[in-house]
């Protein structure tokens, strides 16, 4: 069993940058491929970026490439959501996810893939 611990969110104006963290207990983090979903008042849980257990692949939701990085480092059983350029419509609970690997790459992207969560943490972005 996995569990999963956010940190890093706050208050920020537009055009502003947190970095999110994740950390994992378990002794086999690096066979997990993580995910960072997040959630909007009255909105559904999206899917945000994705990164494979061995932090080679990533895979990212269209509203946040190119703005946002995810990593990892798994020594440290850490996952990493840089999120740079932030615009109001990010604001909302960021999630961390983590999916035990079976079979080749592939980027996990529905909330059901998932097995493990963390409990969230806020981000706000002012205008």
């Known amino acids: 069993q996995v569990q999963l611990v956010e940190s890093g969110g706050g208050l920020v104006q537009a055009g502003g940058s947190l970095r999110l963290t994740c950390a994992a207990s378990?002794?086999?983090?690096?066979?997990?491929?993580m995910g960072w979903f997040r959630q909007a008042p009255g909105k559904e849980r999206d899917f945000v970026a994705h990164?494979?257990?061995?932090?080679?692949?990533?895979y990212y939701a269209d509203s946040v490439k190119g703005r946002f990085t995810i990593s990892r480092d798994n020594a440290k059983n850490t996952v990493y959501l840089q999120m740079n350029s932030l615009k109001p419509e990010d604001t909302a609970v960021y999630y961390c996810?983590?999916?035990?690997?079976?079979?080749?790459?592939?980027?996990?992207?529905?909330?059901?893939?998932?097995?493990?969560w963390g409990q969230g943490t806020q981000v706000t972005v002012s205008s």
């Open positions: 378990g002794r086999t983090f690096s066979s997990y491929a």
């Open positions: 996810a983590a999916r035990y690997v079976r079979g080749p790459y592939y980027p996990y992207q529905r909330r059901s893939e998932y097995e493990y």
């Open positions: 990164i494979h257990h061995s932090g080679e692949n990533t």
